[in-house]
């Protein structure tokens, strides 16, 4: 049996204020002599992490003793204020993005400055959606991912979209972009000979489902985070340079388990050299140094630090006598003259 333990005031005051100062049960809102209760209780070996504590009224803690309240309902009230807390954050990145989007080459960027790739990264994020099927009107497969460069029009490969169609087709099922929003069908605009780039065109975006969560909740800040992807003109340069530190966006099953629902995982590494012409299809292609993650899904955004698209993934590849894989990156030199336009 556990050691139960005092909780410390710091973690008391996370979890507090992750339920703004009152009692987690929806209905409740009571601000006086709250508690910390422990989800998983300390007697089967649960412990102080803030992700096993719920903040609750005395008269809610003393319901849930007598079986009154289910522990089912207990974990879903936690997972609410999770998602919540997430909301807030998704509404300030976002803001953040749109000021710096829209803001000139020359003119003050509003907010807190902020450093690195953290901007470039929660633009390309609002940017990225999983291209795949659908099938038995409820499962959807992934096979890849695009970037939105302008309007409706998003960038992949053309094995991604090959993918999605021909599996899609032969399972009954069709080929769809995942968004924040719903799921939407897809046509391809343009396909160009440069490194196997194809633009493709969204449709109307199918929200029925989310239009009437949001009529449940009656909750306005939810809008935050079921939105539409960003499709502002995406600022590009056709290629990337030899030596230069790039980020890029995937979703490794390794870490599933720790890493928010349907969220992306930033990686970063640097331009290591161009591959060799054989064909155009090899044209302006590069190899970044090697990551320890695994890269599942082709058409990921690649990406400087000033939110310049160079690139976008193709595949990957390991070199002999290294340990692990290298993004093979396919330069964005098509987007001249569709991002301009």
């Known amino acids: 049996m556990a050691d139960r333990k005092q909780t410390s005031n710091a973690t008391k005051d996370e979890i507090l204020r992750e339920a703004g100062y009152r009692c987690a049960v929806p209905s409740c809102g009571a601000t006086l002599a709250l508690d910390v209760h422990h989800i998983v209780e300390v007697s089967r070996g649960g412990g102080d992490d803030p992700a096993n504590l719920l903040a609750l009224c005395g008269t809610h803690h003393d319901l849930y003793h007598r079986g009154v309240i289910s522990h089912k309902s207990i974990k879903e009230w936690k997972s609410r204020l999770i998602t919540a807390n997430q909301i807030d954050v998704r509404a300030e990145i976002r803001q953040a993005v749109n000021d710096a989007v ?21 633009e390309f994020i609002y940017r990225t959606c999983e291209i795949g099927f659908v099938h038995d009107d409820k499962y959807f497969v992934p096979t890849g991912y695009c970037c939105f460069v302008k309007g409706r029009l998003a960038l992949t490969t053309a094995e991604v979209v090959r993918i999605a169609t021909e599996v899609g087709t032969m399972r009954g099922g069709f080929r769809v972009i995942r968004t924040l929003r719903g799921f939407t069908p897809f046509e391809v605009k343009k396909s160009f000979d440069v490194g196997t780039l194809v633009l493709i065109e969204r449709g109307e975006i199918d929200d029925a489902y989310v239009v009437a969560l949001l009529a449940e909740e009656s909750d306005k800040q939810l809008e ?26 995937h979703a490794p099953s390794n870490s599933e388990e720790i890493r928010a629902r349907r969220e992306f995982q930033f990686d970063s590494a640097d331009v290591s050299f161009s591959l060799t012409l054989k064909s155009k299809e090899d044209f302006l292609q590069y190899a970044l140094s090697p990551v320890s993650s695994h890269i599942q899904h ?20 390991r070199l002999s006598g290294e340990t692990f894989w290298r993004p093979i990156v396919t330069a964005v030199l098509p987007l001249k003259g569709v991002v301009d336009s």
């Open 102 to 122: 829209i803001a000139t080459e020359d003119g003050p960027v509003p907010g807190e400055v902020r450093e690195g790739f953290s901007l470039a990264t929660g």
């Open 224 to 249: 935050d985070f079921f939105t539409e992807p960003l499709e502002t003109p995406v600022k590009y340069r056709m290629a990337p340079f030899c030596g230069e530190r790039v980020g890029f966006l």
């Open 298 to 317: 082709r058409g990921s955004p690649v990406f400087t630090a000033d939110a310049r698209l160079v690139g976008v993934i193709k595949e990957t590849a």
